[in-house]
């Protein structure tokens, strides 16, 4: 891990475009550098070019990974590929996890790179976008938008962060961490993700009770048809004390499992 470099190849793009050169660097890079989250091999292999499906493939555990790579930070939205296709896929489970990486060509390096396992994925993150026109060659298509502001934080797991390594322990043990989530539907997930970004707004390690109930407009506002709102956030803290990802200390107060 120390000797992961986050410089591009100085090898020749065999492109002439600016953006295929910079898809050939970044893929190249994440070919011959980056490591596995899921079980830390050094390996990532790539798929035949086209390949639908995704761009990288760990042959040790098989996760798969599509990598989404630009120049400018990433926003509040990323423009993906056909909203039904996409669709289909989070409810199918089969998307791949998701890399963001921002580069600099001026460093010739990656300059932020974070995956998003596949998990966190719910259709809630997925914004229709508007039909192509008439006058398009492919009117009527309908492509999306991931929402990266409506992910919590914990799935965001960086490798890279303004140019520095995160140490490779701490990124493995914070991919473990929410690996639980596999196993929910997506319904459930729906609740139990927004529950996780609750407590984030918190911004403290350890809050009680109160804290999260702060939140109850909020999530009536998401499930209007949800009268019970209180003890579905109970329901959902204890689910996540009992997947580990927080304990109960006692007297309403809880605390988040560090990931270290
Ligand atoms: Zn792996």
């Given at each position: 891990?120390?000797?992961?470099?986050?410089?591009f190849?100085?090898?020749?793009?065999?492109?002439?475009?600016?953006?295929?050169?910079?898809?050939?660097?970044?893929?190249?890079?994440?070919e011959?550098?980056?490591?596995?989250?899921?079980?830390?091999?050094?390996?990532?292999?790539?798929?035949?070019?086209?390949?639908?499906?995704?761009?990288f493939?760990?042959?040790?555990c098989?996760?798969?990974?599509?990598?989404?790579?630009?120049?400018?930070?990433f926003?509040?939205?990323?423009?993906?590929?056909?909203?039904?296709?996409?669709?289909?896929?989070?409810?199918?489970?089969?998307?791949?996890?998701?890399?963001?990486m921002?580069?600099?060509?001026?460093?010739?390096?990656?300059?932020?790179?974070?995956?998003?396992?596949k998990?966190f994925?719910?259709?809630?993150?997925?914004?229709?976008?508007?039909?192509?026109a008439?006058?398009?060659?492919?009117?009527?298509?309908?492509?999306c938008?991931?929402?990266?502001?409506?992910?919590?934080?914990?799935?965001?797991?960086f490798?890279?962060?303004?140019?520095?390594?995160?140490?490779?322990?701490?990124?493995?043990?914070?991919?473990?961490?929410?690996?639980?989530?596999?196993?929910?539907?997506?319904?459930?997930?729906?609740?139990l993700?927004?529950?996780?970004?609750?407590?984030?707004?918190?911004?403290?390690?350890?809050?009680?009770?109160?804290?999260?109930?702060?939140?109850?407009?909020?999530?009536?506002?998401?499930?209007?048809?949800?009268?019970?709102v209180?003890?579905?956030?109970?329901?959902?803290?204890?689910?996540?004390?009992?997947?580990?990802?927080?304990?109960?200390?006692?007297?309403?107060?809880?605390?988040l499992?560090s990931?270290?």
């Amino acid at each position: 891990m120390g000797s992961m470099k986050l410089g591009f190849e100085e090898s020749q793009s065999p492109y002439d475009s600016g953006s295929q050169s910079a898809r050939f660097w970044t893929e190249k890079w994440v070919e011959k550098s980056l490591y596995c989250p899921n079980c830390g091999s050094l390996k990532l292999d790539k798929f035949p070019n086209n390949q639908p499906v995704a761009d990288f493939l760990c042959s040790a555990c098989k996760e798969e990974f599509e990598l989404k790579s630009q120049k400018t930070k990433f926003g509040t939205k990323v423009v993906d590929g056909a909203y039904g296709k996409m669709r289909e896929r989070i409810v199918a489970s089969n998307n791949p996890n998701f890399l963001f990486m921002n580069y600099s060509l001026k460093a010739m390096g990656v300059v932020d790179l974070f995956v998003v396992p596949k998990h966190f994925f719910i259709p809630e993150i997925l914004e229709k976008r508007k039909p192509l026109a008439d006058t398009a060659r492919r009117a009527g298509w309908i492509g999306c938008n991931i929402l990266l502001n409506q992910i919590p934080e914990s799935g965001k797991i960086f490798f890279v962060r303004n140019s520095e390594l995160v140490e490779k322990g701490h990124v493995l043990s914070q991919w473990q961490r929410t690996l639980f989530l596999r196993d929910e539907t997506t319904a459930a997930k729906g609740w139990l993700l927004e529950v996780m970004k609750c407590v984030e707004m918190i911004g403290k390690r350890e809050f009680d009770l109160n804290d999260v109930y702060a939140f109850e407009a909020r999530l009536s506002g998401i499930y209007p048809n949800n009268q019970n709102v209180k003890p579905k956030i109970r329901q959902q803290l204890q689910f996540l004390r009992d997947k580990g990802y927080l304990d109960f200390v006692g007297h309403g107060t809880y605390r988040l499992r560090s990931s270290d």
